[in-house]
């Protein structure tokens, strides 16, 4: 075992009960880390890419040594004082794999799949900007959504020059298509 | 047995402001417990995301006055205190801020002896709106003070986007019944936003034609906003516009 009394710890943490095991093989399966465990026995273990690549306690070695560890963490007896540091091993192997913390339920709440405000904002603003890209004169516009129709009222000086609307609602319908929207109606003031 | 998962952590981040502190931990994507000394609260992130709270919720209401820690996370500590059960588990933040009772704010719009708290809460970017139902229209306002008087009396819950044609600002606005839940702006050619009652500074100064689109937020927390007593004599003393501590 090297020593770690020259390693800057990155953690520290206490466990006692089915908590703590089950946070130890989340810990073997995602991280790469030597452990150092203490309680009434001690321990130490280097743990990489789910494998327990060298470990010590309570007489054991390698993986009996932490499925030992993780028995007598689960039995709940003593706390266990968990410290971790930096893999010796692990540094070349770190970056071979993600660290997944968050699990996919959790990312994908309703509060990153929505739209915003902003989205809509922009969507409207490249809308304008397409527009006067071609050659239209937006003095003035207003566009109101219900359900899946769109209603864009222009006010330009353009108007009576002959527009293509159809043009219009085709450049329309390409922002906001996304936002669920299938009927685009535009009236020129 | 008790059972037992707590993680030390590092200590990222300290000062009197919760909301600072959670939008901090939020913004940075910090795996962290944002912990309140007293009422004492735990709020534990991972990677920006909040996973659940501990603790009393009452803290939010003095969220301006408590002594609060941000402890970042290795993954090891994440994972150790992941298993804590005692967390109680929330969705997003905005379950979390859905469970907030009261708040005491230091911040106000004042206009035609209308006062409108203004609060950190949340960026209303962050928002979710109904896209089945909202408006989007160009208006020359001449006087912003009254434009965010009419929105504001004439209105119940709204999120804004409105952007000056006329001089290239964005700002994002989240309006519960009353009081301004969280404002950001955007400025050209300026890394850092600006939030709360300063992101009206600026545009109430600033006419021109403006974009605004207007859109129903999923969430407009029912949170009751009280003003704190030093703002309040502070606003008898002032003019109209921005009036904070």
């Not at chain 1, 969507?123 to 516009?141: N, P, S, Y």
């Not at chain 1, 609602?169 to 009927?183: A, C, D, M, N, T």
């Not at chain 2, 139902?133 to 009419?150: A, G, H, I, M, Q």
Request: aromatic content about 8%.
């Amino acid at each position: 075992m090297p020593s770690v009394s020259n390693l800057i710890p990155l953690g520290y943490a206490m466990v006692r009960g089915p908590c703590g095991g089950a946070a130890l093989r989340k810990i073997l399966s995602s991280t790469c880390y030597l452990i150092k465990a203490r309680s009434s026995k001690i321990g130490e273990f280097v743990v990489c890419n789910g494998k327990v690549l060298r470990g010590s306690w309570d007489g054991l070695e390698g993986e009996d040594a932490w499925n030992a560890l993780i028995n007598f963490v689960e039995k709940g007896e003593e706390v266990v004082h968990l410290t971790f540091y930096p893999s010796p091993e692990g540094a070349e192997l770190e970056g071979e794999f993600e660290v997944m913390l968050v699990t996919e339920g959790e990312t994908s709440s309703e509060y990153f799949s929505g739209v915003g405000a902003v989205a809509l904002g922009k969507q409207v603003l490249a809308i304008l900007h397409r527009l006067t890209a071609l050659g239209l004169d937006v003095e003035d516009l207003e566009l109101e959504v219900s359900g899946s129709k769109l209603l864009l009222k222009v006010v330009s000086p353009s108007k009576g020059k002959k527009i293509d609307l159809e043009k219009i609602k085709k450049i329309v319908l390409e922002y906001v298509e996304p936002l669920g929207i299938k009927e685009v109606e535009v009236i020129l003031a | 047995m008790t059972e037992l998962c707590w993680a030390l952590g590092t200590i990222d981040w300290k000062g009197k402001d919760l909301l600072k502190a959670i939008n901090t931990v939020r913004s940075k994507g910090l795996s962290a417990r944002v912990s309140v000394v007293w009422p004492t609260l735990d709020i534990l992130f991972i990677e920006g995301v909040v996973m659940g709270y501990k603790g009393d919720l009452s803290s939010f209401s003095v969220s301006h006055h408590v002594d609060v820690n941000v402890f970042s996370f290795s993954d090891a500590e994440a994972l150790v205190e992941l298993e804590d059960k005692d967390y109680i588990h929330v969705n997003s933040i905005e379950s979390l801020i859905s469970l907030i009772k009261e708040i005491t704010v230091k911040e106000a719009l004042v206009i035609g002896g209308r006062v409108f708290p203004i609060l950190h809460l949340i960026d209303p970017s962050s928002i979710n709106v109904d896209v089945t139902t909202w408006r989007s229209f160009t208006e020359d306002v001449d006087e912003p003070k009254l434009f965010f008087y009419n929105e504001f009396v004439n209105n119940e819950a709204v999120v804004y986007n409105i952007v000056s044609l006329t001089d290239n600002w964005t700002l994002d606005i989240l309006y519960c019944r009353g009081s301004v839940m969280g404002a950001t702006l955007y400025m050209p050619e300026q890394v850092e936003t600006v939030t709360g009652a300063d992101a009206f500074l600026y545009p109430l100064s600033s006419p021109g034609k403006w974009l605004i689109t207007k859109a129903r937020p999923f969430l407009c927390p029912e949170i009751k906003v009280r003003l704190d007593p030093e703002l309040e004599e502070k606003i008898k003393k002032s003019e109209e516009g921005v009036v904070k501590l």
